[in-house]
């Protein structure tokens, strides 16, 4: 049977739901785990030094192809140990610029898979979370020095507060101790509404991150429904569920016989917004008509 090689930057636990639609895609495109397919999985953690090492395992073992999940630390991890095995990502940013494809149309190499579009939309975020909060004259930004996409999201956002003359305070964060340090200085600094970048370290933690919020009583945008349905105030951003489904699809297509030079990169069309009402009512904040007119969902 031919064998995929699961590389995810995050863990089991916090990818349940993910991996559920994963496998799905997989099945509705002819392949059963452990039927007529063998899943290999490797989880970094959180840890994304161990990528290069994982990655290099599933290149010993020689596995049929490796879906290269959990942001773009995990792509490139798998692109930098073979040039020969089949790769599927899920990155945040154009692959391209990442040099994991030579075009989006016609990947041109052993690689292919889906840009989710996380560091594209942190400037909406930002314009979201103003229109939330306007009373905020300081917004505060939880970053990941440690992602490869720091510097590019970074840039992103200082841009938009421009545009909205909006003051942001960056404070790093990269364990478990350094997230709730952060909030703790978000309060301290009197910080009116923060943002959680796009990063799968957050997201492997979300349920510290909104507890932080909460506890802090600070009103937070995140980049994922799955922080709201954890109880945070408000997401912005495409489909995690939607992005794993299509990343099987392409493993599928991989399987089936297509090569991933053929295969063209999908970039998502729909957003989605989740406000969470209850936390909402919470912090004491009157949500603007026109933002919960807006809302993809209202969770009451």
Do not use: C
């Not at 031919?2 to 930057?9: A, D, E, Q, R």
């Not at 290099?56 to 792509?75: K, L, S």
């Not at 209850?278 to 969770?299: F, H, Q, R, W, Y």
């Amino acid at each position: 049977m031919p064998v995929i090689g699961f590389l995810n930057s995050l863990s089991a636990t916090s990818m349940a739901r993910p991996v559920a639609s994963f496998l799905k895609g997989l099945e509705e495109s002819g392949f059963v785990e452990k039927r007529n397919v063998i899943i290999e999985y490797l989880w970094a953690e959180g840890h994304y030094d161990r990528l290069p090492a994982l990655a290099a395992e599933f290149v010993r073992r020689q596995v049929t192809v490796i879906a290269a999940i959990g942001g773009d630390p995990a792509a490139l991890a798998a692109k930098a140990a073979t040039s020969t095995i089949p790769i599927v990502f899920l990155v945040g940013r154009d692959p391209a610029t990442l040099g994991l494809v030579s075009s989006l149309s016609r990947p041109g190499g052993n690689a292919t898979g889906v840009n989710f579009f996380v560091t594209e939309t942190e400037a909406k975020r930002l314009g979201l979370l103003h229109e939330l909060v306007p009373a905020a004259t300081t917004v505060g930004i939880l970053m990941n020095p440690k992602t490869a996409d720091a510097a590019v999201e970074l840039d992103e956002m200082q841009a938009a507060a421009k545009r909205l003359h909006q003051t942001i305070d960056i404070v790093n964060a990269s364990d478990e101790g350094e997230t709730e340090a952060a909030f703790k200085a978000f309060h301290e600094r009197n910080i009116g509404a923060v943002l959680v970048a796009a990063d799968p370290f957050f997201n492997n933690r979300r349920d510290l991150i909104v507890a932080l919020a909460a506890r802090h009583a600070i009103p937070a945008i995140y980049p994922l429904r799955d922080f709201v349905d954890s109880g945070g105030l408000i997401s912005y951003g495409t489909s995690l569920i939607d992005a794993y489904h299509q990343v099987a699809i392409d493993v599928a297509r991989i399987l089936h016989g297509e090569t991933a030079a053929e295969i063209p990169v999908v970039q998502p069309t729909r957003f989605e917004m989740v406000i969470n009402l209850k936390t909402a009512k919470a912090l004491g904040l009157n949500l603007p008509s026109a933002l919960l007119a807006t809302a993809d969902e209202v969770i009451e």
